[in-house]
């Protein structure tokens, strides 16, 4: 089955620029997800990629792929303390008409002011 | 705003005493899901509704129930709560196989 990686812990000072890594086993995967969870809250899409993409930039966040590394990241530019969360990331099966998503185990990101 | 709602968002049940949690959305979303979360750890899909069509995954346990009266609405049924259960329980939806938009969660608690 899929298998979705991610270190658990990630300390950055306000203002530095924060790097979430993620790797992931299925090569089938169509969309890769970066979500964001605040405590105690729900699932924040923040940004995807499409699998045959190698970069996506979306204002402070940008998710590079490496599909030959089954590796993804997501930079996070001039960190603020309201960046601070668990960050998955998620892919997608692709095998049903649905959008069934497995994730990964979360990073949780301090920002120290 | 169309959006996702989870009721309860905090419940308590007691070991063995069978509890429903509810999601309901404006977004007229064909496919809903459930997801749970324990504590520290990722999302894990239980299973989904695509239509009027259940789509269980392998290793969700019999204890879990769902049921779909209409578009809008998708229950989770906790047959037989047991300790073990205890988490986070996650509804969200998506248009086919779309963007899924995620529900605040209902945590439950097992006594």
């Known amino acids: 089955g899929e298998d979705v990686e991610q270190s658990l812990f990630l300390s950055v000072r306000e203002g530095d620029s924060s790097v979430i890594n993620c790797t992931y086993t299925?090569?089938?995967?169509?969309?890769l997800y970066w979500y964001k969870q605040e405590p105690g809250a729900g699932l924040q899409l923040l940004t995807y990629?499409?699998?045959?993409?190698d970069m996506k930039q979306d204002q402070r966040l940008t998710v590079l792929l490496n599909k030959k590394d089954k590796h993804l990241s997501l930079r996070i530019a001039d960190t603020q303390t309201g960046d601070s969360a668990i960050y998955f990331c998620?892919?997608?099966?692709?095998?049903?008409?649905?959008?069934?998503?497995?994730f990964g185990t979360g990073t949780r990101l301090t920002v120290i002011p | 705003d169309a959006m996702v709602i989870q009721n309860p968002r905090y419940q308590v049940t007691q070991f063995g005493k069978p509890v429903t949690l509810s999601c309901s959305q404006t977004?007229?979303?064909?496919?809903m899901y459930w997801y749970q979360q324990k504590s520290s750890q990722a999302p894990k899909l239980l299973f989904h509704?695509?239509?009027?069509?259940?789509?269980n995954e392998a290793d969700t346990p019999d204890n879990f129930q769902s049921r779909r009266p209409n578009t809008s609405f998708c229950f989770l049924d906790i047959r037989s709560p047991g300790l073990g259960d205890a988490a986070m329980y996650l509804c969200?939806?998506?248009?086919?196989?779309?963007?899924?938009?995620f529900g605040p969660g209902t945590r439950l608690t097992v006594l």
């Open positions: 998620a892919e997608s099966d692709g095998v049903t008409g649905a959008n069934n998503l497995f």
């Open positions: 969200a939806t998506s248009r086919y196989s779309g963007e899924q938009f």
């Open positions: 977004l007229n979303h064909n496919v």
């Open positions: 509704y695509y239509d009027k069509d259940f789509n």
């Open positions: 299925d090569s089938s995967s169509t969309y």
């Open positions: 990629i499409f699998s045959n993409m």
